[in-house]
């Protein structure tokens, strides 16, 4: 998988995104329903896929059929620039998507043709390092309530983030963001009833939240020192 900019759901910067992209220009536009697979977890991993629109889910499953999401991919996002032989993860569409994908062996080539690509293609590998890292303190060190917290700061925080007067669109189900965050659903809803109740985040239908009280939620995450006006400045409440 590739996750970038120090979080599994968080874009590539302005060169990644213009660089890379660049090698998928050529493909056509495919449409993937929601709900549907691009690839599977086992299968050879003989493509690599650019999200086009709409979000896409990672996961893989474990011991007694449980379900692991270990990234959300966006616009703009690669998927399965790291892997060599296999798919080590499923991916399938969260919404209604559109993808585009080139072969592994094309993509190398330019790749390693290339005096600019290589040390970005070397930069997303690391990134991608660093990412598991923060999934892994995120899993192991944050109590629920700091878990879904820290979640929402950082969909919040994305530069394509869907918000308007504090209202954030959140287009994965609560199953999906209970799969990512290592907890149940029941342990989600409960959590957001009781911000809710705190004035902090409010639910507005199936698939939105309002940010009533953004510093605070930054608190709440166990990683304030992480959102800083320099990483958080993109965040609009009105």
Known sequence: ???????????????????????????????????KAICWEGDTASHLFQVVEGVVRLHRIIGEGRRVITAFHFAGDLIGASLQDAFLF???????????????????????????????????????TAAANDQMVLLSKLNAEERLCSFIVKLASRPDAQMRQGLLRVPMSRQDIADYLGITIETVSRTITKLA????????????????????????????????????HRVRLH
């Not at 120090?6 to 929601?34: Q, R, Y």
């Not at 005096?115 to 293609?121: G, M, S």
């Open 197 to 232: 109740s705190r004035n902090v985040v409010v639910p507005e239908g199936r698939h939105d939240l309002r940010i009533v009280n953004l510093n605070r939620l930054m608190q709440l995450s166990g990683n304030a020192d992480d959102f800083s006006d320099k990483t958080c």
């Open 90 to 128: 499923t991916a399938e569409a969260v919404s209604d998507c559109k993808i585009r994908r080139v072969s592994r062996k094309s993509f190398h080539e330019e790749v390693a043709r290339s005096e600019l690509l290589r040390p970005v293609y070397i930069n997303l590998l690391c990134q991608e």
């Open 1 to 35: 998988m590739l996750m970038q900019n120090n979080a599994a759901f968080e874009p590539a910067g302005p060169t990644h995104d213009v660089m890379l992209s660049s090698l998928f220009l050529t493909s056509a536009t495919e449409a993937i329903a929601a709900g």
